[in-house]
C-alpha cells in the first residue's frame, strides 16, 4: 500500500506597530504584557490587542514577539 501526504504551508506577513507591544500602556514591554498575552490564550480570545502579528490568533509567535521586544517603548 502507497500513502500519499500533502502539506500546505502559508506565510503570513503584516506591518506590526512596535508601540503596540506595550498592551497595558505603561511605556515598557515586560512580563505583564506577557501575562495580558497568555491570559488571552488561555480564554481563546483571539479578537483583542493582544493578537500582535495580526493573524487572527493569539498564540505563540505573539508571546515571540513580546519576548522579542522587551524593554522601554521608543
Known sequence: DQITATAVYSTFSADIDEDSFDLNGDGVVNRRDRQMVHDAMRRGDDDGPEDLNGDGQVDQADLDLI????GECP
Not at 67 to 70: G, H, V
Open 67 to 70: 519576548r522579542d521586544n522587551y
